[in-house]
């Protein structure tokens, strides 16, 4: 596994440790993800879970996300794409928990975690098939900051607000 460093912070894979508690992001279902369920999703492969903590990990989890692969009907990510799909259900990478710690915002650390797992996407890309990338946002705020790192807003739902960003475009930045 690749375990990326971003000058005195590390990217790496979920440890046992990871999941003692004490993250919030002040966001319920994600501050309960890493001491509930996240080892769990890991240990049964559901899904592949990183975390952004500073070299020698003192402080703890300062932000996580979640990989895993899904399919998505292609009438859900249409409007996001410029090219003809086929019929059946789309494989795409999912992403489906993503967040920074309160402590941890407005530090560039989102952007990092994010580019990180699109990166992984990538490399991800070459060995299996993937259309693209989707997740849902949870609020106005993240669907701004996946806006801004090239996500497209897709669907009429906007609590949570599907996204989609497809792998050409990835690619091509």
Request: charged share 15%; hydrophobic share 40%; aromatic share 10%.
């Amino acid at each position: 596994m690749v375990t990326g460093t971003i000058g005195p912070l590390q990217i790496r894979p979920l440890e046992r440790r990871d999941c003692k508690g004490g993250f919030s992001c002040g966001v319920p279902a994600l501050d309960a993800y890493l001491p509930n369920f996240a080892w769990q999703h890991e240990q049964r492969g559901i899904a592949r879970v990183y975390v952004l903590e500073r070299m020698g990990g003192e402080s703890g989890v300062l932000g996580f996300y979640t990989l895993s692969a899904r399919s998505v009907r292609k009438a859900d990510i249409q409007e996001a794409v410029t090219h003809s799909l086929p019929t059946f259900d789309i494989p795409v990478f999912y992403i489906g928990s993503f967040a920074v710690s309160s402590s941890a915002k407005r530090q560039g650390y989102g952007r990092q975690l994010l580019g990180d797992a699109l990166y992984r996407c990538v490399q991800g890309a070459e060995a299996v098939g993937a259309h693209g990338v989707y997740l849902d946002s949870l609020s106005d705020e993240s669907t701004s900051f996946y806006c801004s790192m090239g996500f497209v807003a897709i669907g009429s739902a906007k609590t949570p607000q599907p996204m989609y960003l497809p792998m050409t475009t990835l690619r091509m930045a």
